[in-house]
C-alpha cells in the first residue's frame, strides 16, 4: 500500500489516472497529448512508477501499449479508511431519522 500512496503523492500521477479514468486504454502518445505540460520522458516514468503501485496496468496491441487504471488499490484504500467514517455517519443519520419519528 505505501507504494500506492507514494504514487498518488504526485500531481502529474493523478492527472495521468484522471485521463484514464475519463476515457481508459490509452496509449502513451494520447496521454503525452493529454498533459502537455509532462514530457514524454515524464509520462513514461510517471506511467512506471504507477504501474509499480499496481494502479495502472498495460496491454500490448500490435506495436501500442495501452494503459488502464486499475480501481481496486485505490478502493482498497477507501474501504480501510474511509469505511470506518461512513459508518459513523449512517448511524448518526439512523439515530436522527429514529428521534425524528419519536416526534
Not at 485521463?19 to 516514468?45: F, H, I, M, W, Y
Request: glycine share 4%.
Amino acid at each position: 500500500m505505501e507504494l500506492v500512496f507514494k504514487a498518488l503523492a504526485d500531481e502529474g500521477r493523478r492527472q495521468l489516472l484522471d485521463a484514464l479514468r475519463e476515457r481508459n486504454g490509452q496509449s502513451l502518445q494520447e496521454l503525452c497529448e493529454l498533459l502537455p505540460d509532462l514530457t514524454r520522458q515524464g509520462v513514461t516514468k510517471h506511467l512506471r512508477i504507477l504501474e509499480d503501485a499496481n494502479l495502472v496496468v498495460t496491454v500490448k496491441r500490435g506495436r501500442h501499449k495501452l494503459h488502464y487504471l486499475n480501481p481496486v488499490p485505490i478502493n482498497e484504500i477507501a474501504e480501510r479508511w474511509l469505511s470506518n467514517y461512513e459508518r459513523d455517519k449512517l448511524r448518526a443519520l439512523s439515530a436522527l431519522k429514529a428521534a425524528l419519528e419519536e416526534r
